[in-house]
C-alpha cells in the first residue's frame, strides 16, 4: 500500500495543506480544495478535533482522493490519524517512534527536515519521503544542492510554495509540493468558494508546467 500512495503523491504532485478553526471548518475547506482539483488533503492536528475530518472524509471515500495528517507530534497521534483512516503522516520534525508505527502500519512518514544530517537519519529510519521545512528558507535550489551527496533522497517542500516559484521548485527536483497558507487567504473575504479558486489556479499552473 505504501508504494501506491506514493506513486499517488508523485503523480499529482499537490498537496494541501489544511489547517482550519476547527474540524468543521477544516472540512469545507478540503470540500472545496477536492472540488478545484488538488486531490491530495494533509488535515494538520493544528485544528482542534481535526481526527473527525480525518475519519469523515476517509469515510466519504471520494474517487482520487488521498486523505492524509499533519502537524503530528507524536507517536500516539500518528496511530490514532491511521486508525480514522490516514493514509500518511506528516511532521514539523523527525521522530523515529512515528516512523516505527508508520513502517509497521505500512503508511507513509513524510518528517520535516531542514539539514542534510536530519535527512540521513530521516532516511535510515525508513522514511520515503522528506517534508522540507521551512521551505521559505530553504529554497527550491536546497533541493539540488542536497541530491548532489544525497541522490535518492525525495523532497516535498512546505512553507513559501507559490503559484509564482512552483516551476522553481519542481525543476530542482521537487517529488510534490506542499500548499498551505495561499490556499485559504480569500476566505476572509469569499468564503469557502475563494480557497477552490484558489486551487485551480494552483492545478491550471501546475497543468501549464508539467
Known amino acids: 500500500m ?25 472540512y469545507e475547506i478540503s470540500k472545496k480544495v477536492i472540488e478545484g482539483g488538488i486531490k491530495i488533503i494533509e488535515l494538520t492536528f493544528s485544528t482542534p478535533y481535526v481526527e473527525n475530518t480525518i475519519e469523515k472524509l476517509s469515510k466519504e471515500n471520494i474517487k482520487d482522493v ?3 495528517a499533519g502537524t503530528v507530534l507524536d507517536d500516539i497521534t500518528a496511530r490514532i490519524a491511521i486508525l480514522k483512516g490516514a493514509k500518511f503522516i506528516v511532521s514539523p520534525h523527525l521522530d523515529t517512534d512515528i516512523a516505527k508505527v508508520c513502517n509497521r502500519y505500512q503508511i507513509p512518514y513524510l518528517p520535516g527536515c531542514a539539514t542534510v544530517t536530519e535527512i540521513v537519519k530521516a532516511l535510515e529510519s525508513g522514511v520515503d519521503l522528506i517534508k522540507l521545512f521551512p521551505g521559505d528558507l530553504l529554497g527550491p535550489t536546497y533541493i539540488k544542492n542536497v541530491k548532489g551527496p544525497l541522490k535518492y533522497a525525495k523532497m516535498m517542500p512546505s512553507g513559501g510554495v507559490s503559484i509564482d516559484n512552483m516551476d522553481k521548485w519542481l525543476e530542482n527536483g ?29 492545478v491550471n499552473k501546475f497543468n501549464s508546467i508539467k
Open 66 to 68: 488521498l486523505v492524509g
Open 174 to 202: 521537487a517529488f510534490a509540493l506542499g500548499i498551505g497558507s495561499a490556499l485559504t487567504k480569500y476566505v476572509a473575504t469569499k468564503g469557502y468558494e475563494g480557497v477552490r479558486e484558489e486551487a485551480e489556479k494552483f
Open 2 to 26: 505504501k508504494e501506491l500512495i506514493l506513486k499517488k503523491i508523485e503523480n499529482d504532485k499537490l498537496v494541501a495543506v489544511i489547517r482550519g478553526k476547527d474540524d468543521i471548518d477544516a
